[in-house]
């Protein structure tokens, strides 16, 4: 039977769908944070904070049971990095606001 193959192959794919979407939560978390820090609106703000980090939060859980090439680790760092201001400007403006 060609069980064995298939399984390589499913595995493979399932590690494949939970690289994007661990992709796509970090870009999400990019999203609201950028909607966060351009709104005047402290209530909108605050919320689009609170997304964001249930993005990350997401993103973190996927990761952690991912089995991943290198180079889908790279471009997972690649987005942390960008990720990484935006999340300490989020802190400062927390501060502002007097929340932290």
């Known amino acids: 039977m060609n069980s064995r193959p298939e399984f390589g ?3 493979e794919n399932q590690n494949t769908l939970r690289f994007q ?7 999400l978390a990019v999203t609201f944070l950028g909607i966060a ?4 609106n402290d209530e ?5 904070m609170k997304h964001a980090e249930e993005a990350v939060l997401v993103a973190k859980k996927f990761l952690r049971d991912a089995e991943l090439t290198n180079n889908m680790r790279a ?3 690649e987005r ?3 990720l990484e ?3 300490i400007r989020m802190n400062e ?3 502002q606001l007097g929340e932290v």
């Open 37 to 40: 820090q351009t709104t005047n």
């Open 9 to 11: 192959e499913l595995k």
């Open 44 to 48: 909108r703000s605050e919320r689009n």
């Open 93 to 95: 403006m927390r501060r």
């Open 80 to 82: 942390v990095q960008e």
């Open 21 to 27: 979407f661990i992709l796509t939560e970090l870009d």
């Open 75 to 77: 471009e997972i760092f």
């Open 85 to 87: 201001p935006l999340l």
